[in-house]
């Protein structure tokens, strides 16, 4: 059982990515799935998740607006469309799920290996 990320690549400041978490060996809309962004020298930071219960997508502030967070079922997949990105966007996007509904960082089953985002003109 595994995650993959694909997606990631160099942008222009305002431009948009889709980045593809897909799963094999499990179902993932069982799983609760987030996107952790770490931009270089900084710890993993979750940005948007969708959890396995009912409730709406949850975003951190910084890219509300600008990301959104989806099912793909017929994939097995959860994406995140990037759109209006920043520099400060660059990183390694990481997705991961859980059985809980978007548990804190340490409490994740599966993790994908990471997709790079560069941000630059």
């Known amino acids: 059982s595994q995650l993959v990320e694909s997606g990631g690549g160099l942008v222009q400041p305002g431009g948009s990515l889709r980045l593809s978490c897909a799963a094999s060996?499990?179902?993932?809309?069982?799983?609760?799935v987030k996107w952790f962004h770490q931009a270089p020298g900084k710890e993993r930071e979750g940005v948007a998740c969708?959890?396995?219960?009912?409730?709406?997508?949850r975003y951190e502030d910084s890219v509300k607006g600008r990301f959104t967070i989806s099912r793909d079922n017929a994939k097995n997949a959860v994406l995140l469309q990037m759109n209006n990105l920043k520099p400060e966007d660059r990183g390694v996007y990481y997705c991961?799920?859980?059985?809980?509904?978007?548990?804190?960082?340490?409490?994740?089953?599966?993790w994908g290996q990471g997709t790079q985002v560069t941000v630059s003109s």
């Open positions: 991961a799920a859980a059985l809980g509904p978007c548990p804190p960082i340490n409490q994740y089953d599966y």
């Open positions: 060996g499990f179902t993932l809309n069982t799983y609760s």
């Open positions: 969708i959890s396995n219960t009912f409730g709406p997508a």
